[in-house]
């Protein structure tokens, strides 16, 4: 067990929808990133937050959206949802990628089924 | 552009057996991390190595070792004496701190599937 909590487990959904994915980073940990992991496009990096802010911006489609709350959780928002979407989503988190480039632990996952 | 790249898609080995994971990168940097993450089958992505760009040290950890060599921009993986529970996808990750922008930032492989049969 990582320490890190993503919620739902898994998620089906139609296409148009909109869905929210949580994360709990591990006890200490400021930064929150998420990732997506498809079969075509393997493990992608979406976005960083670190402390409350963006940090980093990856693949991420305009559709997509995510924060940081000021009790560290994070949540990634997808909206105007198509097959293509379909993924496991994973939130990761380290303590400060800035001083000490620390490794990233990352949660169970979210499994998004688009239909 | 890729910048890390796992040559084997998938590898089946017999128990016992030592089985070498291929990770080449591609980075301008001086400074980078290396990673390699395991995703076994139930799903999550367990961290196993974190390799910075001025340690070329090789490190073994129980029947895990890794052979960084900056030469030839790899950072290869062994498992010595296979077991069934090894039987995961592997990733190797650069991740670049010359853009502060990127920090922290992960770029994945496309992971090798290593099969352990008994």
């Known amino acids: 067990d990582s320490g890190v909590t993503q919620t739902p487990k898994h998620l089906i959904t139609a296409t148009g929808q909109r869905v929210t994915l949580r994360c709990s980073p591990r006890s200490g940990d400021l930064s929150v990133y998420w990732y997506q992991q498809s079969l075509d496009q393997g493990l992608q990096f979406l976005i960083q937050?670190?402390?409350?802010?963006?940090?980093a911006k990856g693949n991420i489609l305009e559709r997509f959206s995510a924060q940081q709350f000021p009790d560290l959780h994070s949540e990634l928002n997808l909206s105007s949802l198509e097959l293509g979407d379909s993924a496991l989503y994973f939130c990761?988190?380290?303590?400060?990628?800035?001083?000490?480039?620390?490794?990233?632990?990352f949660g169970p996952g979210t499994r998004l089924t688009v239909l | 552009a890729q910048k890390v790249t796992q040559a084997q898609t998938e590898i089946s080995v017999v128990e016992k057996e030592d089985v070498t994971l291929d990770c080449v990168y591609e980075?301008?940097?001086?400074?980078?991390?290396l990673f390699w993450y395991k995703q076994p089958p139930s799903g999550e992505l367990v961290f196993l190595i974190r390799?910075?760009?001025?340690?070329?040290q090789n490190e073994i950890s129980g029947r895990y070792s890794w052979n960084f060599q900056k030469s030839t921009s790899s950072f290869n993986f062994t498992i010595t004496a296979s077991q069934v529970v090894d039987s995961a996808v592997y990733f190797c990750?650069?991740?670049?701190?010359?853009?502060?922008?990127?920090?922290?930032?992960?770029?994945f492989g496309a992971g090798t599937q290593v099969v352990v049969t008994p």
């Open positions: 937050y670190y402390n409350g802010e963006e940090r």
């Open positions: 990761a988190s380290s303590v400060d990628p800035g001083q000490f480039h620390n490794e990233q632990f």
């Open positions: 990750a650069l991740s670049e701190a010359g853009v502060i922008d990127s920090w922290g930032k992960l770029q």
């Open positions: 980075t301008r940097d001086t400074t980078y991390y």
């Open positions: 390799r910075n760009s001025f340690d070329e």
